[in-house]
């Protein structure tokens, strides 16, 4: 046993860290904030240099080919700077979709694409309220023409590309569904920006009329290579959520230090380290249970979908109390557009839905949970 | 104990329902109903307006400040009478927002440290929302420790010339007067040289600067004062007591903030009861109903402390520090309740705009606002401090700073 | 990052099984493995003689104390290797608690502090379980704040004197040895004038009174020191520099505690998978379910968290004060976790003891449970050490630190 990244990894991580310190400092999120562009296109590009976005695509298709361990340590460092690019969309969720199901043909068209930068992906899942369930996607498919409504789909305003989850069925099973792949910049599509709590980070509504779509995956397996996705994706998220604790965490003990009231550092308040304290406890084990998460994940173990569902959970969680805390122990600044505290309270609430709410995961948990021990 | 109206009481409560459904701008009705904490937006109506609009016709018909004396432009009311008129005034009661500051904390300041001439000149204009009144404590360098301000004010004969900067003013930009708490003595310890006074915002030498809120809005502000004079009969109480005076005006701060505290479990509990989940309505799910169950055992906590403080109130009882309860409760709740409600919509729940999904985007407003409950007028933990020390007789923190001069103070931040 | 053995790895798995299949005291499986925090009894064995007899069987084929050298009763084991051999014992683990005192703080701080030869003299009985050791610390006046102890050391030729009480000393009543920790000089600032001896608790002077628990057990004590001789050999560390000294043993103390924490929730896990309630099975019940899911992740988070800290260990890093989280969460976890177990059972949740369900299962933990909160550090001194030791907070504004100790205010128990 050796639980812990390695010594390249961590380098990784230091190398990715001072690249995003360098290239997406908050100046930057708030250019994306402010309405003044959907996504940061030179970040994007500079993720793409680096070789970010492809770090778990293999070389054959146009990646580093390293591995998910790598993704999650280059994930983590994305939470933490709350970096405004389509990156879960694009390489959680449509390229790891690609990876598991894809044809050669769509591997090579689009996977090298994703790697240098040039196209963006989503999944295309949602419909309305509501949580992953076959029985919210009622959006058709018959030979090979989607008709239906996707909403919210992440990033789907700027993306290039969608995997699009579709009804081929009725029996009342899983095997009603089927996954797509769709051109977004082809006939039959209408995108719509919508409103959302995260402006750095965009929600679309996408229609589809009579849209000419190709079959990702096998027929009827469409929901279960989703649940891998979602699996997947989950411990990914779930370390950009730990990223953006740790550095609500110490954006609130930075801030305890200096700020000064009745004389001395807030931060020598007991009300106030405990808070930090409680903080810090959550955070690190979320950071725990996503090193679990990526372990499995890396050797896709059998525990993924049970270690997935407690990552997601314990990271969510972690994320929504630090970010909260965050205000608090800022006070009046904290509430202040001005101030970053904001960004990770609306990025906490918003990673929080994106693949599914925590009552959601916690459903999934302790069915998984369940599953094994009848095992 | 009895819950139920007296027949005064019942009599009452009957003429104000019938005024209130003569006078009330319905038209506003369905919008108000929709709004909570951080949503009152009005879609084709600037709230100020409408709110002075009805505040005007309430004091005509002598429903506004109603525990306020007569003279002073209320009608003399008993708190049970005002607690009657609140309920009855219901969903219009939100239209009094920008006028809470003035009526809850400015208000009663006036009338206990006011001159007579004061009173009678201001007080009426307060009630009728004519004028608005802001609060000027909060400063950069001062928020929890209100005592460490540093803005002066400098007496030139009859006199005081003020230069310093406020800031998280709220409603300064719309204010005609303000409650502005000083430093007239640097060289004595912090909490003996302060001086209250009030003043015309429209003075020269005071510049307001809004702040744009976490939440997108900006309803708070930066006011920066360059030699501002201020006549000493706009002086309240006597020089160096200015902090006697403020405690008045933030137990009175607390009292109107504890009355109408929104908890956000009216607008939860209707969400639920509407909400269609994948196994049925969510009303019925139990994990749903554990939660609910829990907030609306607080809320109901909540509002019957309340009753029993307007009970004490009505056999002449000063408001205590148990109200400093109702913020620290219902802030935290609202924040917990509007993030799960948003874990019930589910995906869609992110979204923001005017969704049916997402009832309106109603509950995402109380999840970027609600903060701020938990901040303004005394944060969650020097809540907990008044709690310790002033109800339950627990030692004060260790001090560095009380017996200092103030001009020793150690200082550093912003 | 990998969790599975290495080859050499699961060598040494296939070893401990195999040792244990055919050594441990299979009779007692069933009943060890029901037992969990706050009840770990045996109907028809004394279960001190069952894990006397267990920890000697291990020692004799070198399994006690994996990680300690072999020349002081150990295996010379790593970190990993130890973890390894805690799963496959599994169940019998539960009879090494009466030894983690003396195994986790007092053997390691002898190991740091004592003479070569009172090493290979005591340590070896200490790993074979035939001598058990308490640590006597806390007193009336000196729990959390351990350095504002009283107990006296008096130098009289070789020989130190001890007058004095201790409390809260838990298995005093069937102990062979103890660590010390005493006030040699009372006129320096109380965290100087320390010093740390082990004694004989059979020596002449030494008084043992159990202490009634709140769960109605008794397993600490109230120790008397009536003019007990210590010869001055059997000192552990510079005379003065007992907080030193004291402050590994209280490491140490985290580390032990931190590793064998329990939770409850596997317990509690097991049970609602077989109960019925009125709608179905508890597990599919969604309120339970949302609870369940929550104490899963910490659960998980807290042993993932200390396979860290192994991990780190076996790279030759010391455990650092994050082990202190464990102690932290598990604490109110715990108590909470009963709390809901008896919930669950309904009305019939308040009986307790053999005719309970489970056999009383839950109602001992939660009796047991505060005590997990104030042992070993409260949650609050928890909180302030994550505070300040690892987010490099200021320490609380301290009274008592530069004063001679016998300048200091007391006041409380006596
Ligand atoms: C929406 C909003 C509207 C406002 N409106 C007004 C207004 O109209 N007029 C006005 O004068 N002010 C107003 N305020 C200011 C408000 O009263 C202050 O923000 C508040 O008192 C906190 O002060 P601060 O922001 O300086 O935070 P700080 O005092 O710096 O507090 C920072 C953190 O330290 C903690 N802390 C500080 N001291 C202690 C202590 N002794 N023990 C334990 N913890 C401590 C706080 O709890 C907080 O978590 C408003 C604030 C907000 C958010
Ligand atoms: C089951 C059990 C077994 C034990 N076994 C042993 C043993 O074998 N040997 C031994 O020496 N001791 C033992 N103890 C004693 C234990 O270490 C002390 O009880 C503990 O350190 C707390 O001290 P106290 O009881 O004096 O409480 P106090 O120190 O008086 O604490 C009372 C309360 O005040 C709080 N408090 C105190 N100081 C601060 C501070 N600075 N900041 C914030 N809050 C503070 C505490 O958190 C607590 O809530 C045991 C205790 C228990 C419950
Ligand atoms: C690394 C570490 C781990 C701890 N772990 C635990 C734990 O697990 N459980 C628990 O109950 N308590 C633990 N404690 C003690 C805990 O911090 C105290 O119980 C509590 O914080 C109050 O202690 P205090 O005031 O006596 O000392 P503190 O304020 O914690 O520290 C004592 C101060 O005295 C000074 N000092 C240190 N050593 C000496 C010396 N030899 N001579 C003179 N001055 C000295 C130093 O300046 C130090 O800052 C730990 C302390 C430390 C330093």
């Not at chain 2, 520090?321 to 935290?332: D, T």
């Amino acid at each position: 046993m050796n639980f812990d990244f390695s010594d390249d990894q961590k380098q990784l991580r230091d190398q990715a860290r001072k690249f995003l310190a360098e290239k997406c400092p908050p100046k930057a999120v708030r250019v994306v904030l402010d309405g003044k562009t959907p996504y940061d296109k030179e970040l994007w590009k500079g993720l793409a240099e680096m070789g970010f976005l492809g770090v778990a695509i293999p070389e054959e298709f146009g990646g580093a080919g390293a591995g998910h361990l790598e993704l999650c340590v280059i994930a983590e460092e994305m939470g933490r700077a709350n970096a405004p690019v389509p990156f879960s969309s694009t390489v959680y969720l449509a390229a790891e979709a690609l990876l598991i199901a894809g044809s050669d043909a769509q591997k090579k068209k689009w996977l090298p694409a994703i790697a240098s930068g040039e196209a963006i992906g989503t999944l295309a899942l949602f419909e309305g309220k509501g949580n992953p369930s076959p029985k919210n996607v009622k959006l058709t498919a018959a030979n090979g023409v989607l008709n239906g409504v996707k909403k919210p789909v992440a990033d789907g305003a700027i993306a290039d590309f969608a995997v699009v989850a579709a009804r081929t069925g009725s029996s009342g099973r899983d095997s009603d569904i089927s996954l797509f792949l769709v051109e977004l910049r082809a006939g039959g599509v209408e995108v719509k920006s919508l409103t959302n709590l995260d402006p750095t980070r965009g929600q679309a509504e996408i229609a589809f009329k009579d849209c000419k779509a190709e079959p990702l995956g096998a027929a009827g397996e469409g929901w279960s290579i989703l649940t891998q996705v979602l699996d997947r994706a989950a411990v990914l998220c779930a370390f950009e959520q730990v990223g953006g604790a740790d550095r609500a965490l110490e954006m609130g003990r930075d801030y305890a230090l200096d700020r000064i009231a009745f004389g001395r550092p807030i931060g020598s308040f007991q009300a106030v380290k405990h808070m930090l304290a409680d903080m810090y406890v959550s955070a690190t084990l979320a950071r725990s249970n996503s090193y679990y998460g990526a372990w499995a994940l890396s050797t896709n173990a059998a525990e993924l979908p049970e270690a997935a569902a407690a990552a997601r959970i314990s990271a969510t969680q972690a994320f929504q109390h630090c970010a909260k805390n965050n205000i608090q122990v800022h006070g009046g600044m904290g509430f202040t557009w001005e101030f970053d505290c904001h960004i990770y309270y609306r990025r906490a609430n918003a990673m929080a839905l994106g693949l599914g709410s925590l009552s959601y995961w916690e459903d999934q948990l302790i069915d998984r949970m369940r599953k094994k021990n009848a095992a | 104990m009895n819950f139920d109206d007296t027949p005064q009481e019942a009599a009452f409560r009957e003429t104000a329902r019938r005024w209130i459904e003569a006078n009330a701008p319905r038209e506003l009705h369905a919008e108000l109903s929709k709004s909570s904490l951080g949503r009152i937006r009005l879609a084709n109506h600037d709230i100020v307006d409408v709110g002075k609009a009805w505040q005007k016709k309430k004091f005509e018909g002598n429903w506004a400040c109603l525990h306020w004396p007569r003279e002073y432009g209320g009608r003399g009311a008993t708190p049970i009478e005002k607690v009657i008129w609140q309920q009855e005034e219901g969903v219009y009661g939100k239209l009094t927002q920008p006028f809470q500051i003035g009526e809850g904390m400015c208000g009663p300041t006036v009338m206990a440290f006011g001159s007579e001439e004061a009173k009678r000149r201001y007080l009426p204009k307060l009630a009728s929302g004519e004028e608005i009144w802001c609060q000027l404590f909060s400063e950069p360098s001062a928020g929890s420790d209100v005592a460490g301000l540093r803005t002066r004010a400098e007496k030139k004969g009859d006199n005081w010339v003020v230069n310093g900067q406020k800031i998280w003013t709220s409603g300064a930009h719309y204010s005609d007067y303000g409650l502005l708490i000083a430093r007239t003595d640097p060289n004595v310890p912090k909490h003996k040289g302060l001086t209250m006074f009030f003043l015309d915002m429209k003075s020269p030498g005071v510049e307001v600067r809004p702040i744009k809120q976490a939440n997108g809005m900006q309803e708070f502000n930066e006011v920066y004062f360059t030699d501002v004079v201020i006549p000493d009969s706009q002086r309240l109480g006597a020089v160096g007591d200015g902090w006697n005076v403020s405690l008045t005006t933030l137990m009175n701060e607390r009292m109107s903030i504890g009355a109408r505290l929104a908890t956000g479990v009216p607008e939860m509990f209707e969400l639920c009861s509407n909400l269609m989940l994948e196994d049925g309505p969510a009303i019925d799910d139990p994990a749903v109903r554990s939660k609910l169950a829990s907030w609306a055992a607080k809320s109901s906590g909540l509002k019957y402390t309340s009753y029993r403080t307007i009970s004490a109130l009505s056999k002449g009882e000063r408001p205590g520090p148990e109200n400093s309860i109702g913020k620290l409760v219902s802030g935290m709740m609202l924040q917990d309740i509007a993030t799960y409600a948003m874990d019930l919509q589910g995906a869609a729940g992110v979204l923001t705009g005017n969704d049916e999904e997402t009832a309106q985007g109603q509950f995402q407003q109380m999840l970027l606002s609600s903060p701020s409950m938990r901040i303004a007028g005394g944060t969650d933990e020097i809540l907990r401090n008044i709690i310790a020390e002033r109800v339950l007789g627990l030692p004060g923190d260790i001090r560095v700073d009380k017996d200092v001069p103030y001009n020793k103070i150690p200082t550093k931040g912003r | 990052m990998n969790f599975d053995d290495t080859p050499q790895e699961a060598e040494f798995r296939a070893t401990a099984r195999a040792w244990i299949s055919a050594n441990a005291p299979k009779q007692y499986e069933e009943e060890l493995r029901k037992s969990s925090l706050g009840r770990t009894v045996l109907k028809n064995a004394d279960i001190l003689q069952v894990a006397k007899a267990w920890q000697k069987k291990k020692a004799d084929a070198g399994w006690a104390c994996l990680h300690w050298p072999k020349e002081y009763g150990g295996r010379g084991a790593s970190p990993i290797e130890r973890v390894i051999w805690q799963q496959e014992e599994g169940p019998y683990g539960q009879l090494s608690r009466m030894f983690i005192i003396g195994h986790g703080m007092c053997g390691p701080t002898m190991m740091a502090f004592a003479r070569e030869e009172h090493k290979r003299r005591y340590l070896p009985p200490l790993a074979s379980g035939e001598n058990v050791w308490c640590q006597l610390f806390s007193e009336p006046a000196g729990g959390s704040d351990v350095a504002g102890l009283r107990t006296r050391a008096e130098k009289d030729g070789d020989d130190w004197v001890i007058n004095g009480q201790k409390i809260w000393t838990s298995g005093a009543h069937y102990s062979d040895y103890g660590i010390l920790l005493t006030r040699t000089d009372p006129t320096v600032p109380k965290h100087k004038g320390l010093t740390m001896f082990f004694l004989d608790m059979k020596s002449p002077g030494v008084e043992v009174r159990p202490i009634k628990q709140a769960s109605g057990a008794s397993d600490f004590n109230e120790v008397y020191f009536t003019n007990v001789r210590i010869p001055d050999h059997q000192r552990l560390g510079e005379v003065g520099d007992g907080w030193n000294v004291s402050l590994t043993t209280l490491m140490n103390e985290r580390s032990a505690i931190g590793a064998a924490v329990s939770t409850g929730f596997p317990e509690l896990f097991e049970y609602c998978s077989s109960l019925i309630l009125d709608d179905g099975p508890a597990i599919e019940d969604r309120a339970v379910r949302s609870k369940l899911a929550n104490w899963a992740v910490k659960a998980s988070g807290l042993k993932y968290t200390s396979m860290r800290a192994i991990s780190a260990l076996s790279k030759g890093e010391r455990p650092g004060p994050e082990n202190s989280i464990g102690k932290l969460v598990a604490g109110s976890m715990i108590q909470d976790v009963a709390t809901y177990a008896l919930d669950l059972q309904g009305a019939a949740g308040v009986v307790s003891g053999e005719n309970a369900e489970l056999a009383g299962r839950f109602q001992a933990m939660l009796l047991r449970a505060p005590g997990t909160r104030v042992e070993g550090g409260t949650d609050e001194i928890m909180r302030n050490i994550i505070a300040e030791r690892v987010l490099g907070l200021p320490g609380d504004i301290r009274v008592d630190k530069d004063v001679p100790f016998n300048k200091i205010p007391t006041k409380g128990r006596n």
